[in-house]
């Protein structure tokens, strides 16, 4: 396994977690005074046993996605990328020798974009999952400190949406999240941790920095196109509807073992019985936006959770 004994420690979504070379795209959460020193990790064993065989969109294709366990940790092997190895609980994310494009001759440009957005994308979402931190696919913005998390499908216009109210929604609004939002529930409280790299924006536009380290997750809304004539609805959806949309918009649940879908279909029950989730129902066009803040900077009233 190729590892550094001082690695780089970041701190991601609330959690300090290092990586074992220095990550680009995660220079905004370095800890500048954090601890370097890490005696090293055990090395990947030799009898691994797969646990997940998937499919998933990484670096711009579909691509063979696996996962093995390496006691004590997970191995996460990416079609044409290099094997990441998951520390336990998950505290580490490591690249290891020997994987597809690790042999420092045929490392291209290329390939080092695919590995970092292997480290930012499944390996980072797989090793805060082992610390109860769940990842949703999903954008997000606040209002007066009131933060909504919209889920929705590739393509349903979560990220249109949060940027329209960051840039056109006046300085009340605020963007969150672009396409990931850490999440946590303990006990009664769903906290969102907004400090976690968003691919798609660059480094000057990433929402993190400037936010507190976690905000409450006052309501969801769960992205669906009307017809074209139609105005913006809000529908409340009963508490099975609730957690079956949670559970469908977390990121890399194919990857996750007993133990962890254990841990996150209890982590989607708590934020279901907690957080009102909605149907957001609006023509997907540009010019509807307007009309859409409207009906969210109005929606105030107490809701009664239907079962």
Known sequence: MGYNPRMPWYRIAGQEIFFSCPASNLYLYKIADGNDVLTAPPPVSSS???????????????????????????????????????????????????GESDCPSSRTAQSDLLDREILVGPALVLA???????????????????????????????????????????????????????????SSVVQVWPHFPQLKLSQMSQPGPGLPDHLPLDRICVLS??????GPSLQLLSAREAMQAVVSHTAGTRLFDPSLLAGHLAFCAGVARQVP?????????????????????????SVTFQT
């Open 48 to 98: 691994l046993a797969l646990t997940c065989q998937t499919v998933g969109w990484v670096g711009g294709e579909q691509r063979e996605v696996e996962t093995w366990s390496a006691s004590p940790g997970v191995l996460l092997k990416v079609a044409g990328g290099s094997d990441f190895y998951i520390a336990p609980r998950g505290r580490g994310i490591l690249r290891v020798d020997g």
């Open 225 to 230: 196109r009307a017809e074209l004539d139609q």
């Open 128 to 186: 805060l999952a082992q610390r109860g931190t769940w990842c949703l696919h999903a954008s997000a913005a606040s209002f007066n400190g009131r933060l909504t998390a919209f889920l929705g499908e590739s393509g349903q216009g979560k990220s249109t949406l949060a940027e329209y109210l960051d840039t056109d929604g006046g300085p009340e609004w605020r963007r969150i999240a672009d396409d990931i939002l850490p999440v946590t529930f303990d």
């Open 277 to 301: 989730v909605y149907k957001l129902a609006y023509p997907h066009r540009r010019d509807a936006l307007p009309a859409v803040r409207k009906l969210l900077e109005a929606h105030r009233e």
